[in-house]
């Protein structure tokens, strides 16, 4: 399995993995040792599809001398390119799209004995969570809640590939985490599009029914208690998740700005499991490029949601996304996302260059590109300014005790643990005995680097159970 761009596409690939060992399949480390190649791809930025093609290119040769290999491409771009991948790369045997990945292995199936078959489907209610599953860590997972988009950013693609936004019903995503607890998850990573819309779709669909205890199934219970009104649930859901006996910490990811409410911002400031990390995609800091990307919000809306959360919220972690140079981004305009950048004092930021995807309506405005260099330059501009605000972060950071889970050995240095705090950032630190991942323990920070912390361990807080499989959940 290779698995490209964002969570959502790497929880896909964990329940195509979890589907392909059902079928009696073994991970291997090289492509040299599969029978089977999955490519999960991404389309949301341009260099995205350039590393697929030149995967696929690379993988001819294989197929050539192993015509048994099989080669499957799943995800974004497959939705979108469709019969357009098997026509550059006709070595493909499965491409399918991202509303039949529970379909992956009959697919395959359905190759080996008739061909190479492409199967798209438009659109399905099916989530990946209803699938089995396999994962790389076992202390931490992540939880779909909804699929698609309802929003029309102008740069990007996804609600044309993964459709409208629907929820995932209430009931059915609590059982998933406690299914999850049981087998030793602590953090949980609830991910959408749009998080903070979850449940609209749910509650405009009751409106007006006779409330009843199957209600409760759909939209839980907190709504079935109040006033019956269409709403979203995402707050609520965040409590629920939290009281699940077990879960330790709660992260979520995406919300949008215009959506984030003061019920979220409640939530994190009064639940102690949810962490105090807040990503905020900015996008841009010029009102006039927000409102070319129709997004919904000012760079003064954004600026005031972030000092609300961190009135509420002091000790408040901040990541971003921003896109340099869409069309027509000046100048002026580039410099005001440097100010709000600098001002809002980004943890950590997601930077990417602006790439037109074609059918969106940014993608039009071919006369208003920025050029190539001039984004590069942008780009240089504003990773400066992004690592000093992460820097001073982290050196803030400098004397704490955190509480830090486990991951492993340091990939620089045997003789040292890696762990992430609540805020997301990642801690080195020595440790002379053995910890097992997903334990917690406490980290005096000693050291602030620009991308992480340097600590010494104070105590081992709980010792990670020894791992369990993970149920497969069917709903
Ligand atoms: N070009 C560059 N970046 C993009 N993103 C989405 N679409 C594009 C695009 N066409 C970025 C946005 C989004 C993140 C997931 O990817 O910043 O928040
Ligand atoms: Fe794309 Fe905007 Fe939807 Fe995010 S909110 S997925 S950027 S359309």
């Known amino acids: 399995m290779r698995t490209y761009g964002c969570q ?14 059902m079928d009696g399949l073994e991970q291997t480390e090289s492509f040299d040792d599969a029978d089977v190649i999955v490519l999960n791809t991404c389309c949301i930025r341009e260099n995205a599809d350039n590393k697929l093609y030149g995967q696929l290119g690379n993988l001819k040769k294989l197929k050539e001398e192993r015509p048994d290999l099989q080669i499957a491409v799943g995800g974004c771009l497959a939705q979108k390119d469709r019969d357009g991948i098997r026509e550059r790369a006709p070595h493909v045997d499965v491409v399918f799209g991202t509303h039949n990945v529970g379909r992956a292995t009959d697919l395959l199936g359905h190759a080996r004995v008739s061909g190479p078959i492409t199967e798209i489907i438009e659109e399905s209610e099916s989530f990946p969570s209803a699938l089995p599953v396999k994962r790389d860590a076992h202390h931490a997972a992540w939880v779909t809640i909804q699929i698609g988009c309802d929003n029309s950013c102008a740069f990007c693609i996804v609600p044309s590939v993964r459709g409208k936004e629907i929820s995932r019903p209430y009931s059915e995503l609590i059982g998933e985490v406690e299914q999850l607890a049981m087998a030793g ?30 209600s409760s199934e759909l939209v839980g219970e907190a709504w079935v208690r109040g006033p019956h009104t269409a709403r979203p649930l995402f707050s609520d859901l965040l409590c629920s998740v939290a009281e699940v006996s077990g879960i330790r910490r709660v992260r ?7 959506d984030l409410r003061p019920e979220t911002i409640d ?18 800091g010029s009102d006039d490029v927000l409102s070319a990307m129709h997004r919904g919000y000012t760079a003064d809306r954004y600026i005031e949601k972030v000092d609300a959360a961190r009135r ?22 580039f410099e005001r996302t440097l100010e709000v950048a600098a001002e809002v004092r980004f943890d950590n930021a997601y930077t990417f260059v602006y790439s037109p995807r074609p059918g969106t309506e940014a993608a039009e405005l071919v006369q208003r590109f920025v050029p190539a260099k001039i984004s590069a330059e942008r780009m240089e501009r504003l ?8 820097l001073k972060g982290n050196e803030s950071r400098i004397g704490h005790d955190e509480e830090v889970i486990v991951e492993g050995q340091s990939k620089r240095d045997s003789e040292m643990l890696t762990g992430r705090t609540r805020h997301n950032r990642l801690v080195h630190f020595p440790a002379q005995e053995k910890i097992r991942p997903g334990s917690y323990a406490q980290v005096r920070v000693t050291e602030a680097r620009t991308f992480n912390l340097v600590g010494e361990l104070l105590e081992v807080t709980a010792a990670a159970k020894h791992r369990t499989r993970i149920p497969v959940v069917s709903s």
């Open 312 to 333: 509420q919220i002091p000790d408040l972690a901040l990541s971003t996304d921003i896109i340099v140079g869409f069309p027509g981004e000046t100048d002026v305009d």
């Open 383 to 390: 990773r400066r300014v992004i690592e000093r605000t992460s």
């Open 185 to 214: 998850v602590t953090e949980i990573t609830l991910l959408g599009q749009n998080v903070n819309s979850y449940g609209r779709d749910l509650t405009l669909k009751l409106r007006g029914t006779q409330v009843s205890a199957e």
């Open 267 to 284: 939530a994190m400031a009064q639940v102690p499991e949810v962490c105090e990390h807040l990503h905020l995609p900015l996008q841009s």
């Open 252 to 258: 979520y990811t995406s919300p949008h700005p215009k």
């Open 8 to 21: 959502m596409n790497e929880h896909d690939s964990e329940r195509i993995a979890g589907l392909l060992e």
